[in-house]
């Protein structure tokens, strides 16, 4: 995938910067050539002769040679690249990439970039947590950055969080997988890729009543849903978007349209009724199999009962009532599976006749209420995509380029 590519390698000034020597090293052994461009920052971290060695030119950080005066062309530099990579990309460097602060020879070669740019940030837990970074990731996302988020660990401050840039071999697989999806035309997002079309999302949890004050539910925030929609509506689609109880923010879209409900029943009524008017539904609903067979009238006294025995019935399967009806509607699943996941998740795409079914990986036990995931898309050829920890509102964009994908390969066949 890498070989003849050309690649801008920008490193920035973070402890991280060792790292990028062996991520040189990955990227040249792949076949790619790669032009290191650091900033001043970068030179107190790791040498430009090392970097210059590995790569086998000379590493570019000034605008001007000091001792022959020979100019550095960023603009040359952005149309040579197939592929701009900033690793590590401190908070510094992000946010000047974010308002265009074109003080180095790194951000002005960002900002005559023609080739499509990937960040893996580093930096301190507190720093990546700050709403500044978060609103500048989300900045440079929305102008088509690929941000390979930061993994958790012990950082250099000795604190243990989120901020530790991605390990090389991984900046590479997902450089890789990159450029390989915009081979296959399906990266890069238009406004109107989902133009004129209708879909429904099932998000969150579903509560099952016990009695007027208790109920039977799970730790699902609705969050990947939730992105869900937001991605399909930057992409020009409605979307209707039927939501268990949560608590997070509706996407701010004048193209979603929310639909709050309680219960599996409420939730399966809602969508049977929708389903027909939809080009397509993402189930990524936590819905409860079982709920009480009857909710109690008055709040159950425990007075005198050493036992309780709540009396469970199956709820009706949202997705699997979906499937035998969805006629060319697309239909996509999640799974999340402790044992056996590819041979469950297969079955289950099978048994509720979905299209393509996305498998959560459980991470140290938990999948709910963390901010990345690992997944797996497995289509209906059983075609499978690998994505390790991501952010969420990442592994939305490549679950809804998938489906734009796969509607383009079906409509081919027909
Ligand atoms: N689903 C649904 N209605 C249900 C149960 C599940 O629509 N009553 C959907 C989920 O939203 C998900 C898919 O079916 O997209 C698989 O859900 P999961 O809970 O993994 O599967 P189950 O069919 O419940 O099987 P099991 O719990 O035995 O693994």
């Known amino acids: 995938m890498l070989k003849g590519k050309h690649i801008i390698l920008g490193i920035t000034g ?27 920052a970068a030179k107190e971290f790791i040498t430009p002769v090392t970097l210059s060695a590995l790569s086998g030119k000379p590493v570019i950080s000034q605008f001007f040679t000091a001792n022959s005066g020979e100019w550095h062309s960023h603009v040359d530099l952005g149309l040579w690249a197939d592929l701009m990579l900033v690793a590590p990309a401190t908070a510094s460097t992000l946010a000047k990439m974010a308002t265009g602060v074109a003080d180095n ?33 989300e900045t440079l996302r929305r102008d088509g950055v690929e941000i390979i988020e930061p993994g958790s660990g ?25 450029l390989e999806a915009r081979n296959a035309g399906i990266a890069g997002k238009s406004d109107s890729d989902m133009k004129g079309q209708r879909w429904l999302i099932t998000a969150g949890p579903t509560f099952e009543n016990i009695d007027p004050v208790r109920f039977i539910g799970n730790y699902s925030s609705g969050k990947t849903g939730f992105d869900l929609a937001a991605e399909i509506a930057e992409r020009g689609g409605e979307v209707l978007l039927v939501a268990g109880p949560v608590t997070i923010p509706t996407p701010e879209s004048p193209l979603v349209k929310r639909i709050n409900v309680r219960s599996a029943v409420e939730m399966y009524e809602v969508c049977l009724k ?4 939809c080009d397509g539904a993402i189930m990524s609903a936590a819905v409860a199999d079982y709920r009480p067979e009857k909710c109690a009238e008055r709040k159950i006294k425990r007075e005198g009962e050493e036992e309780l025995t709540l009396h469970l019935v199956r709820n009706p399967d949202i997705a699997a009532s979906l499937g035998r009806i969805k006629g060319d509607r697309f239909l996509v699943g999640f799974a999340l599976e402790s044992d056996h996941e590819l041979e469950n998740a297969c079955s289950k795409m099978e048994r509720k006749n979905l299209d393509c079914i996305v498998m959560n990986s459980l991470r140290d036990g938990k999948c709910f209420n963390v901010d990345t995931n690992s997944i797996t898309i497995i289509n209906r050829d059983l075609a499978r995509k690998k ?25 081919k066949e027909n």
């Open 14 to 40: 973070g402890i991280a910067a060792y790292k990028s020597a062996m991520l040189l090293r990955l990227l040249i052994k792949r076949g790619a050539e790669v032009q290191v461009v650091m900033t001043p």
């Open 105 to 137: 020879m790194l951000v002005t070669t960002y900002l005559s970039a023609k080739a499509p740019v990937m960040v893996a940030p580093s930096m301190d837990l507190d720093m990546f947590a700050h709403p500044t970074t978060a609103r500048n990731l």
């Open 154 to 178: 012990e950082l250099a401050s000795h604190l243990i969080g989120k901020g530790r840039m991605a390990e090389p071999e991984e900046i590479v697989e997902r450089v890789e997988a990159f």
């Open 274 to 277: 929708e389903f027909e008017m």
């Open 387 to 411: 994505y390790s920890a991501m952010d969420k509102r990442e592994l939305a964009r490549l679950i809804v380029e998938n489906i734009i994908d796969e509607q383009k390969r079906k409509k």
